[in-house]
């Protein structure tokens, strides 16, 4: 059984920085694409960044030069460093892994249970 917790979600000014991670837990051999997905009220879920076990990266248009994805393989962990953000980057967050082995099985599209992020003054 694979599963993912995220973090560092909060309330933070237009302009500033946070920083989410999202860590896997489980007895892991490998995860393959992870990344990141938001949700605002009212709205459909909508990828924000996907990162692949080499680090191949992939982001929305709307967050690419201001969004950095990466990831930590050995510590099965997955990060997005969000910068200037806007108001409306406010979302909850999740965190995905596509498909993760593990020592009872393969896992496909295993989500976290969500962090938010706020952007107000």
């Known amino acids: 059984q694979v599963q993912l917790v995220e973090s560092g979600g909060g309330l933070v000014q237009p302009g500033g920085s946070l920083r989410l991670s999202c860590a896997a837990s489980?007895?892991?051999?490998?995860?393959?694409?992870m990344g990141w997905y938001r949700q605002a009220p009212g709205k459909q879920r909508e990828l924000v960044a996907t990162?692949?076990?080499?680090?191949?990266?992939n982001y929305a248009d709307s967050v690419r030069g201001r969004f950095t994805i990466s990831r930590d393989n050995a510590k099965n962990t997955v990060y997005l460093q969000m910068n200037i953000l806007k108001p409306e980057d406010t979302a909850v967050y999740y965190c995905n892994a596509d498909r993760a082995v593990t020592s009872t099985g393969v896992y496909r599209g295993v989500w976290g249970q969500g962090t938010l992020v706020t952007v107000s003054s």
């Open positions: 990162i692949t076990s080499g680090g191949s990266t």
């Open positions: 489980g007895r892991i051999f490998n995860i393959y694409g």
